[in-house]
């Protein structure tokens, strides 16, 4: 499993995060993208380069932060890293058995053939993250706009959060947006991007944090 935080000035996208879902419909019914939201504010764009820099050097602190939430017996199972077994990729056009809650039933010679990653640390990725107002949960539509536009990963917050306040998207990755998603994976995803925060927070001086307006003040100003 991933993370994915966005990245100002990422491709034509310049704040990291695509509404794929807005645009407008012109000549031919083409459809065109218009959905490109704020970019985060200085001191977060600038603590992040900073992370990049310090991760290339020395790697990420993730997996010893996920380590405090497996040493409580009441978080441990659901926190930890789930095992390769249970991370799945289908081809994008094969489908979930709609009568089962679980893969066993589906078909593992339409499985997606990997290298095997050599190590269970979570890998930090930066690029461009797809929000809209519904969940994507259809491989083949994943696929179309993986192609068209480089989104990594798909989200519904986002998009209504941008344009109220200045904020920079962290997102853990807990499925692949196809019908085989579940849930084993949320509380693991939603701790490696609690990991991320912290060390990008560690970065950022206190004085800059202080001076910065919060959230949700903002948010009532708007």
Known sequence: MHIVGNQPNLQKYTGGVLQYDFGKTIEKGEFIRTGSLCKPPTVLSTALLKLQARHRIKGNAISRYIKKFESNEMMCDEFRYQGSEHDQLFEANYDHEPSKDECKACDEQRLQKRKPRNKETPEVHYGLI???DQVMRHGATREVLRK?????????EA???????????????????????NKRWQPYAAATAAAYA???????PKTQVTSTKEAAKIVDLS
């Open 148 to 156: 068209e536009t480089g989104i990594l990963c798909f989200e519904m």
């Open 198 to 204: 912290k060390e990008l927070l560690e970065i950022i």
């Open 130 to 132: 797809g929000s809209a």
């Open 159 to 181: 998009a209504g959060l941008m344009d109220n306040f200045p904020c920079l998207i962290i997102r853990g990755i807990c499925d692949y947006s196809d019908t085989h998603k």
